[in-house]
């Protein structure tokens, strides 16, 4: 997933590049942080972040150089594991669910679902779970259950109910993370259009973050803070010394 850029523009002198190094660092913080944090997220896909170097020109006159900073999401299968839940639902290679929410329909890689109290199909936060385009309905009247066939199709009853709407995009590094572990269509993505994935019953998806990986990128972030804090001590050193070499007057 691709963010809109940001500019850092600092000066790349002394302490104020020791300042745009810390920036940097603690934005990079930030989201091997939010990584860390959704290690056990059911389809949760993880974030990078990379910086490029920019020069000003174009949008103050100057001559200066800033960082550019771009986020992305890795969307790369991560392992299913079976639950026996019949509402829960693990897409087997690429596509998203589609959610209805109050701002709109989003879409997600989490199928913990369950049912409301009207039968419909819902997320964890009671948002109903599209299929055919619509809410997806399913009330088992005979106890027979409740099946979906790896095509989509729910069965219900033993009567064809719904089929699962599994979609996705032209540049899924286009969609925008809104949080709840959902996605916004932008004009980068491009609209949704289906897809015909299979998709299993009573497995969930796991979180695709590589602790081990986030681990050592953290023992970097925390290194690369200390040579950071030495820069910055250093400069100030010099600052300090200048001032007071520069005070003293001739003899």
Known sequence: MKSQVSIHPYSRLGNMEALEGAVILERKLQ?????????????????GITFQEYLLKEQDGSNRTAKGEVTWADFSQAPV?????PYD?????????VVQTPN????????SFKLDSEYRLVTRQGYPVIGDGAPITLEDTTGTG????????????????????????????????????FYMETNSSGIAVP?????????????????MREMVHLIDLYRGY???QKALQSADQLD??????LGKTST
């Open 31 to 47: 989201v091997a942080s939010s990584n860390m944090a959704n290690l056990e997220t059911r389809g949760f896909k993880a974030q």
């Open 81 to 85: 594991r079976f639950t026996g839940n």
């Open 89 to 97: 639902f693990a897409i087997d290679g690429e596509g998203f669910f």
């Open 104 to 111: 709109g329909r989003m879409y997600t890689r989490d199928g």
């Open 146 to 181: 409740v099946w979906l066939s790896e095509d989509g199709n729910f069965f219900v009853d033993e009567t064809l109910t719904a089929k699962l709407d599994v979609v996705s995009f032209k540049d899924k590094l286009g969609l925008k993370r809104v949080g709840g572990n």
């Open 195 to 211: 897809q015909e994935t299979p998709v299993k019953q009573g497995y969930l998806e796991d979180s695709n973050v590589n602790s």
């Open 226 to 228: 200390e040579m950071q």
């Open 240 to 245: 300090s010394k200048a001032a007071n070499e």
